[in-house]
C-alpha cells in the first residue's frame, strides 16, 4: 500500500485581538509570503494556504505539518500557536522577518526554522520533511538570488481578497532609515528578472477574470533602482491591467519619467512613506529622502494622473511636539494625501531606533505584542503618553470620518486630468474611485476597531508611564508584561518571561 501523502498548510499569522474577539483586517490584498511558499513547496505534498487576517485558525486540520509565518509583534502569538499544533502532534516550522533576524529565540518553539528567504531552501526543507529528517534549523545566505522564483499561488488566497495578485520585484533599500526592519541587518538591494515578474503578473490561472486585471507589487522599495523601475513599468504597461498597486519612497518622484511609466503601466496605488510633516522628526530617523516641502507636488503629480497616494503616518517620532499634533489635520490637508497609514513608532528590535531608546533608558514595554503601531512602547522625549494617545486618535479618527473620506474622494476626482479616450477616463475614475473606498474602509475600519479599544491602550500606556519615569529601561521589562489590555490575553500567557526580555534588550543592545 502506498504511504499517505503528507499535508502541508502554511498559515500566515495576524493579530485578530484573540480568540475571543477576534478582528478581521479588510485588506484589500493579502500579504506574499504564505502564496510564494505555497509555490516553492515540491509537489510531494499537498498544499493549502490560511491567511488568518481574514479568517480563524483552524486547529482541527488534517495537515500534517505546519508552516507560520509571521512578524515580530506576532512572535508571542506565533509561539503560542506553534504549542497547540505541537501538542496536536504536527510538525511546527516557523520562519519570516523575526525567525530570520532573532533564530536563537525563535527555534526552541518550533521544529525547525528557516532563517532568511525561502526561495532557495524551502524545497530541500520540504523533501527532508517527508523523508523523515527535518534539520532544526536552514540558513538562507543574505544575498540569495532571486532568479527564477516561481509564479506565486494566487489561486490559494482566500476569495474575500479583491486583489489575491501580489508580488515583488526588487528585495532591499538604499535608505537609512533608523526605524526600519531593513537597517537590522542590511542585505544588498536585489532585483528579480523583468521577465519573472511579468510571468508572475500574467499567471492568473485559477482567478475569475476581474481578479486576473488588478496587481500588486509588494517591494519594501519599488524607487531603489529607478532604471530597473522604469524598464519592468514599460513591460508591465503593456499587459493592459486595469490597475496597479506598488510601493516606493518618495524621493522616486523627483524623476518625472518614473511618474509617467507608472501612469503609463496604469498604476492607480502608490504606497509612499511620508510618515511626517515635521522636518525635525524626519532628520532625527534619517528620513533624509523626505522633504516636506516637496510633498504637495509630488502628491498632485501623481494625483493628476489618476494614482492615489496612500502615504504612511508615523506618532511619537522623538522631535514630534503639541504643537505640531495641533497642526497636523490641517498640514494633511494641505499636502492633499489621499489615504494614510497612521501608526505610532515601534522601536523594532534591533533597529538603530530601537539600540537609540534603549540607551536612552526609554523603553518601557517589553512586550512584543505591543509592537503593531497601536501602542506607545517607550517613553517619548517631550511629550506624555496621553498626548500621542489624543493626537493619534484625534487626528486618525478625524480623517476618517465619511465626510472626510467623501470629501477627499470628491478632490481627487476633481484634480484627475483626462489623457484618454471619454470612456477610458470614466473608467479609469471608476477603478481608482473602487481603490480609494476601498483602501478607506480598510484603514477606517481598523482605525475604529483599534480606537475602541484604546481605553484599555490608554490604561496601559498611562501605567506604563508611571514606571517609566522611575526606572531604568532594563528594570521595568518586567512591568511591560504586567500593564493590561484587551487583546494582550493571549499573548501574555505565552510571551517570553521577563528575565528572556532583558536578556534580548541586553543582546540587541
Ligand atoms: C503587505 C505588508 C503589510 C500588510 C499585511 C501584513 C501581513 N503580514 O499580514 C499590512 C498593510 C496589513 C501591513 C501592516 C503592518 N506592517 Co507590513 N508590510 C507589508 C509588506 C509591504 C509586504 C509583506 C510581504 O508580503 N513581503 C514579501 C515576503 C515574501 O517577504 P518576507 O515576509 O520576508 O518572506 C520571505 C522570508 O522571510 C521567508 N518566510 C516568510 N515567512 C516564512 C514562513 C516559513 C515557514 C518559512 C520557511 C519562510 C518564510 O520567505 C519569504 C520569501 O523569501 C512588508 C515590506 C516587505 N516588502 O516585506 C511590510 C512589513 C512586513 N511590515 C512591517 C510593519 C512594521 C507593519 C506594521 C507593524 C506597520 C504599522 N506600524 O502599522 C503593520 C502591522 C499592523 C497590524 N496591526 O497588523 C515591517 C515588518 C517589521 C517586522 N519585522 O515586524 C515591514 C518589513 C516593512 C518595513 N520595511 O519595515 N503590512
Ligand atoms: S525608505 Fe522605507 S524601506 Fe527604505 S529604509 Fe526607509 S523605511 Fe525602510
Redesign the pocket.
Known amino acids: 500500500m502506498q504511504p499517505k501523502r503528507k499535508k502541508l498548510q502554511?498559515i500566515?499569522?495576524?493579530?485578530n485581538l484573540g480568540e475571543n474577539n477576534p478582528y478581521y483586517?479588510q485588506?484589500p490584498?493579502?500579504?506574499?509570503?504564505?502564496l510564494?511558499?505555497a509555490a516553492?513547496t515540491p509537489p510531494i505534498v499537498d498544499v493549502e494556504v490560511l491567511?488568518?487576517?481574514v479568517r480563524p485558525i483552524d486547529y482541527s486540520t488534517d495537515a500534517d505539518a505546519i508552516?507560520?509565518?509571521?512578524?515580530?509583534?506576532?512572535s508571542p502569538h506565533a509561539y503560542a500557536v506553534a504549542a497547540r499544533f505541537r501538542s496536536l502532534g504536527k510538525v511546527v516550522?516557523?520562519?519570516?522577518?523575526?525567525?530570520?533576524?532573532f533564530p536563537e529565540e525563535v527555534q526552541p518553539h518550533f521544529d525547525?526554522?528557516?532563517v532568511?528567504?525561502?526561495?532557495e531552501?524551502?524545497p530541500r526543507?520540504v523533501e527532508d520533511l517527508v523523508a523523515g529528517r527535518l534539520q532544526a534549523r536552514?540558513d538562507?545566505p543574505l544575498n540569495?538570488s532571486l532568479e527564477n522564483?516561481p509564479p506565486p499561488r494566487y489561486d490559494l488566497a482566500e476569495r474575500v481578497y479583491a486583489t489575491p495578485m501580489?508580488t515583488?520585484a526588487t528585495?532591499g533599500?538604499p535608505h537609512p532609515?533608523t526605524?526600519?526592519?531593513?537597517n537590522?541587518r542590511r542585505a544588498p538591494h536585489r532585483t528579480r528578472p523583468i521577465g519573472d515578474v511579468i510571468r508572475d503578473l500574467t499567471n492568473t490561472r485559477g482567478l475569475p477574470w476581474h481578479k486576473r486585471k488588478m496587481a500588486?507589487l509588494?517591494?519594501?522599495?519599488l524607487g531603489g533602482d529607478l532604471k530597473y523601475a522604469k524598464e519592468l513599468l514599460h513591460e508591465i504597461a503593456r499587459l493592459r491591467l486595469w490597475g496597479l498597486g506598488a510601493?516606493f519612497s518618495i524621493d522616486a518622484l523627483r524623476d518625472d519619467a518614473f511618474v509617467d511609466a507608472l501612469a503609463a503601466a496604469r498604476c492607480r496605488m502608490a504606497?509612499i512613506g511620508m510618515e511626517s510633516l515635521e522636518p525635525a522628526s524626519l532628520a532625527d530617523v534619517q528620513k533624509k529622502q523626505n522633504n516636506v516641502e516637496e510633498y504637495r507636488e509630488a502628491f498632485a503629480k501623481l494625483h493628476r494622473l489618476g494614482i492615489l497616494t496612500f502615504t504612511?503616518l508615523?506618532f511619537a517620532l522623538d522631535e514630534d511636539s503639541a504643537a505640531y499634533y495641533e497642526q497636523l489635520p490641517g498640514l494633511l490637508d494641505e499636502v492633499g494625501t489621499t489615504v494614510i497609514?497612521?501608526?505610532?513608532?515601534?522601536p523594532?528590535?534591533g533597529t538603530p531606533l530601537y539600540k537609540k531608546v534603549v540607551a536612552e533608558g526609554r523603553l518601557e514595554d517589553t512586550d512584543l505584542s505591543h509592537?503593531?503601531?497601536?501602542h506607545l512602547v517607550f517613553r517619548h522625549k517631550h511629550l506624555s503618553a496621553e498626548q500621542v494617545w489624543n493626537a493619534y486618535e484625534n487626528v486618525t479618527m478625524g480623517f476618517y470620518t465619511w465626510r472626510n473620506i467623501l470629501r477627499r474622494w470628491w478632490r481627487f476626482m476633481r484634480k484627475q486630468a483626462r489623457t484618454e479616450s471619454l470612456p477610458g477616463f470614466a473608467f479609469r475614475l471608476l477603478i481608482s474611485t473602487a481603490i480609494y473606498l476601498k483602501l478607506s474602509i480598510?484603514q477606517r475600519h481598523?482605525a475604529q476597531i483599534?480606537i475602541a479599544g484604546a481605553h484599555d491602550l490608554r490604561v496601559s500606556s498611562e501605567h506604563q508611564a508611571r514606571v517609566g519615569t522611575q526606572a531604568c529601561a532594563e528594570t521595568q521589562a518586567s512591568a511591560g508584561h504586567q500593564a493590561s489590555g484587551k487583546h494582550q490575553g493571549e499573548a501574555r500567557s505565552d510571551a517570553a518571561p521577563p528575565d528572556r526580555d532583558q536578556e534580548r534588550i541586553r543582546e540587541v543592545a
Not at 500566515?12 to 493579530?15: A, D, M
Not at 526605524?179 to 531593513?182: A, G, K, P, R, W
Request: net charge negative; aromatic share 14%.
Open positions: 502554511i500566515v499569522l495576524f493579530q483586517a485588506s490584498a493579502p500579504p506574499l509570503p504564505g510564494l511558499l516553492l491567511h488568518e487576517m508552516a507560520l509565518s509571521f512578524m515580530d509583534y506576532l516550522i516557523g520562519g519570516g522577518k523575526f525567525a530570520s533576524t525547525s526554522i528557516l532568511g528567504e525561502a526561495q531552501v524551502w526543507m536552514y538562507a540569495s522564483i501580489v515583488e528585495r533599500c532609515c526605524y526600519c526592519q531593513l537590522i500588486m509588494l517591494d519594501n522599495n510601493q504606497f504612511g508615523m497609514l497612521p501608526s505610532i513608532a515601534i523594532l528590535y509592537y503593531e503601531g497601536d480598510f481598523h483599534r
